[in-house]
């Protein structure tokens, strides 16, 4: 029997090895290739012998990469919380007001968030140039939108719907407006919701590439995921690996560090209404 | 002066209409207590004098005012949830002092009323807390604190005791009854318990199936019920309801056949209408009226079906001829076996008798003391 367990407990850390393996290591290949100059990039190490800052300090000194960076923390910033904004709004509509053709309204949200991107790809740069804001970073906060806000109204309207409707009736009695129950009731029961949905909304607004190099032409107004792509070498012929991994690692940091910081929002986010409070 | 008036008030949810016309004077200071089993309307009334619940049609009066669109914070009322609803990010202090926060008061006031009602509550050492760090009985307290603080015209309860235990129930129940003498308002107070209903009414108001069959004092409720529902619905264990027929009917006087073949007779109203030899009727007989057999002015037998001993007293069950149940209020520890034939009495004085549509029929003379 002990022998079993033994071999079952082994297999099961084995298992659990090469899963970590699996989902860690093309970072950690990241990080060892950006530390990396010249042909040292081409021969394969687990460890540089000799780790090199050359790259990060390339990316800033040949290339605006601080303005492409400022970009989409500004963006995705922006983004962010017009989603969330819109979303709270909207889930409390939805997730406590009675009304006709709430339910369409629901799966037409939800449907909204099938369409690929590259279906609203055309009429989306329509809309952009129509509105004068092309190259410019307001379009890619307009397009972001698209992407986002079906997925927090979806999320938020159904944890909006779990919250008691006693409170919001007492908050009634006790004179509170829908304004006021929102903000001041609702909202602060939300958070953990509010966490996790602005985290994924960050998340994609971050990495989002296909809309940013559609509607951006200029290096200045240009997001991350799209400098990245555009690294130049010294030739037509060189691709400068080294620095798009440095640059690779550096835009990973912030959702790293923001992903940590609200690690135990978005757990009690996840689990928030499995038991009675 | 806050009276609650309700004229003809009704709600309907789609086609379904759940209160049928609702007539009721509830004077100042008066505590009215809605009772009914579930689903008869009693909450969603209630709701509706809250604001809760939109007015289909009909009107409400509070305080000589119609308010029948008015928001439920202009109406002057509270209301107590029957799960609390605390705010739970907030602190005991921040939940009472709430409404008055929204309403612009100032610091001092706020701070003024909340001190008193928890003082009112005996919360004040709670005062700090989140709701989470609170029982059960004293998330109650706080609620109730919540009200007070508000200073309302009327209050209003939805069931706030069905969420604690029995001992707990039994003490807030009391604290309600003392509070009800400490402010200056209306109460307005449902449940489905009628221990509770007894215990608090000024008047009860019975409801069923969105209509209301009778208002009155507990006793009145209790001696006097108007129909089989009413009589049915207080007291624990139910009325007995016993079908019968009439025998011989005179001016005042009306004879029954009970099952068995006993006769009964009861000084009745003149004019029990439609009542004839051979009418079927209902006698009804609390469980504390079914006398042993030689108090009794009548004498119905059976069979013991099981016996219930509740310590201060017992409950004997009958199975009589004509494969009715009877219940009887005995002294503690009656014995008897299963099946053992049994005699019991029934005092005229103590009878309710019933029309075959339910309807009580008037006894001439006054309810026993």
């Given at each position: ?277 | ?301 059976g069979g013991v079906l099981v016996v ?8 004997l069950y009958l199975r ?5 149940t ?12 299963v099946d ?30």
């Amino acid at each position: 029997m002990g022998a079993r367990r033994a071999i079952g407990r082994i297999l099961f850390y084995l298992l659990v090895a090469l899963i970590i393996v699996y989902t860690v290591f093309p970072f950690y290949w990241a990080i060892v290739s950006s530390l990396k100059e010249g042909s040292a990039l081409y021969r394969v190490d687990l460890f540089p012998p000799h780790p090199a800052w050359g790259n990060y300090v390339g990316i800033f000194q040949q290339q605006n990469f601080a303005r492409n960076i400022l970009n989409s923390v500004i963006v995705a910033g922006a983004v962010v919380a017009v989603s969330l904004l819109l979303s709270v709004t909207a889930s409390y509509a939805l997730g406590r007001v009675e009304f006709r053709g709430r339910t369409a309204l629901l799966l037409t949200i939800l449907a909204v968030s099938m369409f690929p991107q590259v279906a609203v790809l055309s009429g989306m740069f329509e809309l952009v140039s129509w509105l004068g804001i092309y190259d410019t970073i307001w379009s890619l906060i307009l397009s972001y939108l698209i992407l986002t806000l079906p997925f927090t109204t979806w999320v938020l309207t159904t944890f909006m719907r779990d919250l008691p409707k006693e409170l919001e009736e007492a908050a009634l009695v006790d004179g509170a407006r829908p304004w006021t129950i929102i903000t001041r009731v609702f909202l602060p029961l939300l958070w953990p919701a509010l966490a996790t949905t602005g985290l994924l909304a960050f998340i994609t607004a971050w990495n989002e590439f296909m809309f940013a190099i559609t509607f951006t032409l200029s290096n200045e107004k240009r997001t991350v995921p799209v400098a990245i792509a555009l690294i130049s070498g010294a030739s037509h012929f060189e691709l400068p690996w080294g620095r798009v991994m440095a640059a690779s690692v550096i835009v990973t940091i912030p959702l790293v560090v923001l992903v940590l910081v609200f690690q135990r929002r978005i757990v009690s986010g996840l689990t928030a209404g499995a038991v009675k409070g | 002066m806050a009276q609650v008036v309700l004229r003809k008030v009704t709600k309907s949810f789609g086609a379904l209409q759940v209160i049928k016309g609702v007539d009721l004077d509830i004077a100042h200071r008066e505590f009215v207590v809605f009772v009914g089993p579930s689903g008869c309307g009693k909450s969603t009334l209630l709701r509706m004098v809250a604001g809760l619940e939109d007015i289909t049609s009909g009107e409400l009066f509070i305080d000589g005012a119609r308010v029948n669109a008015a928001l439920p914070s202009q109406r002057g009322i509270a209301m107590v949830f029957q799960s609390y609803a605390l705010y739970p990010h907030m602190s005991v202090y921040q939940n009472m002092a709430f409404g008055l926060k929204l309403a612009r008061s100032d610091r001092a006031t706020i701070e003024e009323r909340v001190r008193k009602a928890a003082r009112i509550l005996q919360i004040e050492e709670l005062l700090e807390r989140k709701p989470r760090q609170l029982s059960g009985g004293q998330r109650q307290r706080v609620a109730i604190g919540r009200a007070i603080t508000r200073n309302p015209k009327v209050f209003l309860f939805d069931e706030p005791l069905s969420n604690l235990d029995a001992a707990l129930r039994v003490q807030t129940r009391l604290e309600i009854a003392r509070l009800k003498d400490e402010l200056d308002a209306t109460m307005i107070y449902v449940t489905h318990d009628q221990v509770e209903a007894m215990t608090l009414a000024d008047r009860i108001v019975v409801l069923n199936a969105g209509r209301v069959e009778q208002v009155g004092s507990p006793l009145e409720l209790y001696q006097r019920p108007r129909n089989l529902f009413v009589a049915g619905f207080l007291g624990s264990p139910k009325m007995n309801f016993i079908r019968s027929v009439a025998e011989t009917v005179r001016p005042g006087q009306l004879t029954v056949r009970l099952p068995g073949g006993a006769h009964l007779t009861l000084p009745v109203r003149d004019g029990a209408p439609g009542i004839r030899s051979g009418t079927q009727l209902t006698v009804g007989v609390r469980p504390e009226d079914v006398v042993p057999p030689e108090r009794g002015d009548a004498v119905v037998s059976g069979g013991v079906l099981v016996v219930e001993q509740l310590g201060s007293e017992s409950y004997l069950y009958l199975r009589t001829e004509g494969d009715q149940t009877v219940v009887a209020r005995r002294d503690p520890g009656l014995e008897a076996k299963v099946d053992q034939p049994v005699k019991v009495g029934v005092r005229a004085a103590a009878c309710h008798l019933f029309g075959a549509d339910g309807l009580a029929i008037e006894r001439a003379d006054p309810p026993p003391a």
